[in-house]
């Protein structure tokens, strides 16, 4: 019923929207073309959109289908693109005079990029606006996952795939090893203490076969998620108020050797784990905690298809505590409509829908995808499972709020990234000492800002 | 003007315009490739040369301001184009000898006339189409030192558990041994085919002589296979100075820096870091670099043709 509230809302805005730009161009003259609007049966719209191959193609079987319950005449097709090529695929589209793809999906630091080229609309503009459902509330958003989508003052992007760095421990084999639970107050110093127990031969062949601990280690761009996420615990920053990095200091050292000491309690090959490896293990029963991305909670302890484990015996929580708060980092994936399309009506539609409480609730109970709305994660969640999940996202997003913990904002992010990638990288094989490897980023990542 | 004259200036005429026609058929044969070669092959250099020498617009997305040689020096200073470089040598110096002496090898072993030769030869192109992404994959999980079968094989020979991604040295070795399981079937197909086309008078003589084994491997096929080693170590050359998707799909380029090859230190730097230009000036060098030592690895083959 609200949906159809919506849509009739919708219409009308529509309508009134429609009849000003007749005017508009019937007073100017002008020849530019008109937007498709939401399609007929006739002459249904299609919305193209980018998206990362990990979850595009699960959209496009499981979402958009009741997306098209609400709007049947908007045919949306997701198309799937690796990670790593993502950026560069999504800008060279921006940038052409014709883009292919009318809606882009992008992940946490890229919004500055797509907005320096001028690639998106502001969703809060004159022009989205009147096209948006009254009952559309952006205040209801919780503020660290919104803030993903907003660049200087402009919100270009609104989180329809909300994720943060979360640890997960293994109830089992900490009860097996004769540990109390973690909660979310236990610090690093607690975690090492209880890491020395959680290393085990368990069938007497005087082969160490659970470890403590297995997470990113590998050279990799979201490896220093990891060290950044232990350095805001410690009070550090990567950037300081005038943009300049600021982690080349003693709080950085010491937290890129915490990261490094997690690979004493790792599995053997640690080094080479990243999301998948990690995963693996900890799917497995190998290993009592991982810190990886919290939207893997449902592979993890939920679809026996693709674990080993049960909701019961997987908790989660935040990572521990350093010497001013718990860690945690965010990552969440936004959506923004081309500044070019032609499809503009359609592709708000379809996001408005996406990540409205509906859309957040079935995205949720269907995919696993995060929500950021304050009220879905205050409600009654669909599934069981989703509970806990829920009140640690809430206290994960105050967290991040609290304490910057997302990487750097800026159109050259990605370029210090990868810079942060090969120096967390290189201190973490011990091919140079925590300070050094530290320093050299801070005078690569302060060049690359420029 | 006599008629002699005028006939010998018709019949001058009459051949130029054949010469030229003659020409002109030729060159419209050739247009068409050169046309592609143009577009194929220089334009994209041109045009990463022209990106080397602008700051890349990333509004636009093509070249932008003249910046001279500046991302030259950019990248002249950043250690971590000298530390790739540096991997990649070690990859080409370990790699490419190894491969060529193993294709060689393999290759005189199963040269000898022997039921089942064709059926292993056969087996020996399967690692060549596979997908190299693919290759890296399976190696990963085979060599994993949690899961993999290797190490679990070397523990009944009481090795390992080794750490194949995490230990420099043996991250290195884990390419090499990728990259040579690849490519050696390559070489010791050239190499089966250059063992059968060696002339059999000169091995029926050796043998007259007395000649065994070694002696005649290494005083008579070496010697007649030497242009034909150095001609595959310059075509293998090439190949592996590309080096790339193996190490994209097994190392990540770690642990540290240890993989990080030149050509996929290039691909981030231009396609995570979006550093266009930078990585289009890099390209130029190692374009350079690469033609350079191309050329004298072909003055060098055609010396050893000369000799032998």
Redesign the interface.
Known sequence: MSSEIGVMALNRKRLAAMTAAVVMMSATGSTAQADEGLGTAEDPVTVRIIANEAFANTWQTTLVPEFNKVYPHIEVVFDGVPY??M??KM??DA??PDPEYDAYLIDDPWVP?MA???ALIDLKGEDIAAITDDGYDWDDFSAAPLAAGEWQGVQYAVPVRSNVLLRFYNRTLYEQAGLDEPTPEQTWDEFFADAEALVRDTDGDGQDDVWAISTYF????LTPTIWQSILNANGGNLLDEEGKPAFANETGAVSLETHKRLLDYA??????H?FS?SL??FRQG?VANLFNWGSIYKATAVDSASTTLTPDEVGIQVLPVGTENAGTHRGIWIAGISSKTDRQEASWAFLQWLTSREGEAINAALVGSFPARLSTLESEPAEPWLAPVYETLKHAYAVAGEGGMWRIRS??S??A???LA?EV??G????VEAEEALG?AAEKVER?LR | MTATDMTGLAGRGERRRGRLKDLITRWSFMAPSIVLMILLLAYPIFYTIEISLTRFD????SAGAWVGLDNYREVMAD??FWDSLWVTLIYLVIALPLQVALGFGIAFLINAEWAGRGFIRALFIIPMVVAPVVAGGIWRMML????GIVNHWLGFIGIG?L????D?ALAMATIIIIDTWRWTPFIVLIATAALLALPKDVFEAAKIDGANWWSTLWSVAIPLLVPVIAATFVIRWLGAVKMFDIVLAS????????T?VINLFIY????????FAESAAMAVIVLVLTMVLTALFLRGTRALEDRY
């Open positions: 790593p090529d950026l560069a800008m060279l940038t052409s990029q320096e080229v001028g590998v050279r990799d761009s599995p053997p090959g640690g080094l080479g990243g490896e693996q293990a190998l159109p050259r990605d370029a990234q990868q810079i090969d990288a290189r973490l094989a011990g091919q050299i690359a | 990333i509004a636009t997305f250690y971590r994993d030192p949690l899961w558990p750490d194949w991604f995490g420099p190392t990540y380029g770690g642990p540290g820096k240890a990080n981030e730097e231009a396609f995570r870091s979006l550093r």
